[in-house]
């Protein structure tokens, strides 16, 4: 198996072909459940998650201003790690994919947040940008560079999402146990 950037180049490419003559395939339903715990003294939400390989365990607690005790990462720590990883992620594939051998490849990603709305005592948006940096340490010319990230921020599913608008379909279950 051969990797560039820890990234399987055989599988990637493999997968490719399996689209290229069955483009069906590249159709996935992902989701997550979870609860909300009522008793006090733990984390505000858990939910398990199941991934290809296995399960892990994602542990909320709003940060104590949103009525948590601030013990675990709040909602938009997710929100930002799921950002940051899967546009490193995908920059690294398409690095990978081109041949481009980095050194280093770190991410930023930060907003300026507004919980006036939250609290119904503004209009304000919640959020109005989110600011995401790559650092890049890698021999090759930095048109090379500029062309992969090109190609991640057009192929990034994260990036995707909070480009284009995309239908919320909420539904609410109420059952008297």
């Known amino acids: 198996m051969s990797k560039i950037n820890n990234v399987n180049i055989e599988g990637v ?9 069955n483009p069906s395939e590249a159709r996935r339903t992902q989701g997550i459940e979870g609860e909300w715990i009522l008793e006090e003294g733990s984390a505000q939400f858990v939910s398990k998650i199941k991934f290809e390989n296995g399960e892990t365990e994602f542990i909320v607690d709003n940060p104590t201003f949103m009525g948590g ?15 940051a990883s899967c546009y490193t992620g995908t920059f690294a594939t398409m690095a990978a994919m081109l041949g481009i051998k980095l050194k ?10 507004n919980f006036s709305k ?7 948006p919640i959020m109005e940008e989110v600011r995401v940096k790559l650092t890049v340490v890698s021999d090759d010319p930095i048109e090379k560079i500029k062309q992969v990230e090109e190609l991640a921020l057009q192929r990034c599913p994260v990036v995707f999402t909070l480009k284009n608008p995309v239908k919320l379909v909420p539904s ?6």
């Open 13 to 21: 490419q493999s997968f490719e072909t399996q689209l290229k003559s």
């Open 69 to 83: 005790s601030g013990s675990h990462p709040g909602p938009m720590h997710y929100c930002f790690y799921g950002l």
């Open 104 to 113: 280093k490849l770190t991410t930023k990603v930060e907003a300026d947040l």
């Open 118 to 124: 939250v609290f119904g005592i503004g209009e304000e």
């Open 172 to 177: 609410l279950e109420v059952n008297n146990e």
